[in-house]
């Protein structure tokens, strides 16, 4: 079961992992200012405030580990892969036209030039000049960006983790049946995921889908618990990372469902044939809902924790008196414990209603009888 668990789950971040860099319609690098106007300190530091609450919880093609005095964030550069009649590849800290690519600046590649803009990237001319509407939207079309995001880079770094850490438990497991090491740790959750989510919503048929339950519980927790560092990872607040980890729910849903399921929805057993085409529009609109729930839920709860955490630390520079002082570190500290809970409530929640609405697609009902 472990073993299949680890292949399950190098199948399903593959899937994931192109498409985990595109949800930012914001950046993390502003490149022009269009306020005219003088503006007071403390709107100076409530916009440096959110600015840094976007580095921290958007994605991005460089890893910042902190920021100096200068502002200046220090980190490492990651590999910009993009499609463009053909694959063009650079570090995102290459130098282009006046500065880093990184910085908003044009870069030149196998004679074109492309250009980062609000982590988006646009093919433009040598001086970087992108066509704008009255939105300051480009009106040019954005390349294909399969580059290895910070958030794609940790879902690397978490596959990884878990195909060692399980590959290694399977293993354990042929010398001796009593767990050590990181099976210690392991097995309680793997139990409870089995015992208190898959078998009560699932029932006797809960084997087929416990390598499914476990990856994604194991991996939302990781990715959750990751979150948590100080180095603005939150890709399970990546819009783009939930909705396919709906859809890998949605589909196993779909696919498993028996013909009683279908029938309920399509024509429900014991209900006046007019309430029946009135209900078969209405269940069949459930079936979309419930996954989307799912991947609203998972993104506005990680989301907001983290913006939670980084407005009460800012509003430590915007009062900067005794009482901030004391009162925002200590609410920050207390708001930090109860993202430790989400952490896992999360994890648990989304496993759960997977495997709920698992169970209600192969629940065979005249068994129930």
Known sequence: MLKKTAILFYSFFTFVLAFAQDNNAASQHP??????TELSEKEKISQENKEYIDHHILDAHDFSLMVDKEGHHIGFPLPVIIYDEGFHCFMSNAEGNGGEFIHGFPIE????FYKLHHEKIYRTNASGDLKVDKDHHPTVGKVLDLSITKSV????????????????MARSYKTSLVPSGMAKFLEPLIVFVRDDIAIPNIGHKYKRFMGYLLTVFFFILFLNILGLLPFGINVTGNIAITFFLAVFTYLITTFSANKDYWKHIFWMPGVPVPMKLIMMPIELLGTITKPFALMIRLFANMTA???????LIGLIYVFKNVIAGVAFPFLTFIIYLLEVLVAF???????????LFIGMAVEEHEHAH
């Open 305 to 311: 924790g983290h913006i939670v955490v980084m407005s």
């Open 31 to 36: 490149t022009a200012v269009t306020e005219t």
């Open 153 to 168: 880079l940790i879902i690397i770094l978490v596959a990884i983790l878990m195909m060692v850490m399980f590959v290694g």
């Open 109 to 112: 590649s196998e004679g074109k």
């Open 345 to 355: 409530l999360q994890a648990y929640i989304f496993t759960m209603l997977s495997a």
